[in-house]
């Protein structure tokens, strides 16, 4: 066993490194000692190992948090974006080394590891400018008195993070909420935590000042619980299922915690038979059978088609699927890597069973782990899934109604727009939806009557840090991303000054 120090980590897939957490500018094993196993999921085999943070650990981060609180919000705000602005160029120095940990980590495929890791420097660069631009406003109400209104950080934050793009997810939403004046403690996911405590290192070169950031890695139920319990922590920023999101929200009426929710989807993908079908079915496809295979907030996993060409376009996608390389996520050439842990795997794999036995047809795929490599392949041990496509015209079953979160996806017909809208609407989630068509007034109709957070018009899974990201009903409750990315990271505070005429 290799231990990795501040400077030097590497993760040679022959060794298993341990990697440790950042409290108070000091890289730290847990308290009590307890290290947790990360699995390379593309071989099945234990490469690295995290520190098991609990209680104990979240109350030195929080303190260190907190001690460093009054300094970094006193801190001027273009001394805060130039420490910011020193981070992204850190990040992109070391791109190379930390989207091979990512992908490593969680089996994510470097085609989309590697974008994701520049385009978390462009928006820590982005909130940079941000934090030059935090205004109130002032009222005029009377004569005899001056009123406005600031806003203010909240003091110490925390974030929780799922382990689908752990790293993306870490630049972006640290970024804002220090770029915003706030100290923090991250909890990253207890499975894919590497890429975060080795972007963590890069932070003291940054300038950033002890204390301001804090990781604690660990379970959910331990060191996310002692987060979302801690008095002193104002504010839980949470990525993760609508499950979790739920347990948090009961979790946090203890002390009344602001409560930023990102969680689950279920997203339509609507085709019209008047769409551009050629560039449909690639996005279609690639809206689900994603590098991250399908472990996708926003994957389209319920497919509607319109009937006159449903058989068509399944078979196009049908097409699609067998041309698609599944394999290692750090080769170029891979278009899909592996489920990212064993318990997920198993999920996966029993939802292909549910689709069959509800009466679903499989259209193509379903095949898993040992059915797809030669046993001599090291692969054979991962934990691939090959693109998955059920047909069905029960939009109440369990296919169609939960999240999977695997390269699995459900096709149903629909004959009307009135029906396309009522089936895409039949969700408990309201994260993202797609609609192909070439119908101007429908594309418009339908953008009204989706309820989600973003609705893509011949396109599909486009994120950009300066567009507002949110999700409708139990997808969420709060934007992030756009120009007001900010605003989720800062209280309102009113002043009435009554100066006499
Ligand atoms: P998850 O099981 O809900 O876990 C998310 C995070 O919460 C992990 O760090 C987890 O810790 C932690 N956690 C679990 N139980 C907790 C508790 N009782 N108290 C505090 N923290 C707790 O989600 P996941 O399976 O990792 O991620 C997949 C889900 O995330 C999917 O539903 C996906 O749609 C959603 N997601 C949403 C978005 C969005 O922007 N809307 C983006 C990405 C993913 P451990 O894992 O370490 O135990
Ligand atoms: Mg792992």
Redesign the pocket.
Known sequence: MSIATNESPTAPSSNVVDYLQLIGGEFRAASNGGWIDSVNPTTGQVWARVPAGNTDDIDLAVAAASAAYEDWRSTPAAQRASILRAWARSVREHADELWRLDSTDNGRARVETSPAILGGAGQIEFHAGLAETITGETVDISPTASTYSVREPFGVVGL??????PLA?FLAKVSAAVAAGNTIVV?????A?VSVLAAARYLADAGLPPGVVNVV?????A???A??IHPEVRKIS????????R??TE?STSNLKVLGL????KSPHIVFADADLDAAAISVSAGIFTGSAG????AGSRILIERSIFEDFVDRLRIIASRMTLGDPLAESTDMGPIAFDT?FEKVREYVKVGSAEGATLAFGGRSGAELFDEASPLSGGYFIEPTLFVTDDNTSRICQE?I?GPVAVALAFDTEEEAVALANDSLYG?AAGVWSSDLGRVHRLIRRIRSGTVWVNTYRRLHWALP?S?QKE??NRP?NGPHALDEWLEHKSVWIEHGA
């Open positions: 929780i993070i799922p382990w689908n793009a997810m909890k990253p996911p207890e499975r935590s890695t660990g379970e959910g139920s060191a996310g619980e987060l979302v949470f990525t993760g299922s609508t499950a979790t999101g347990r948090i979790k990102e969680l689950g989807g472990q996708a907030c926003i997920q999240e979160f994260l990201f999700g997808s969420g992030s």
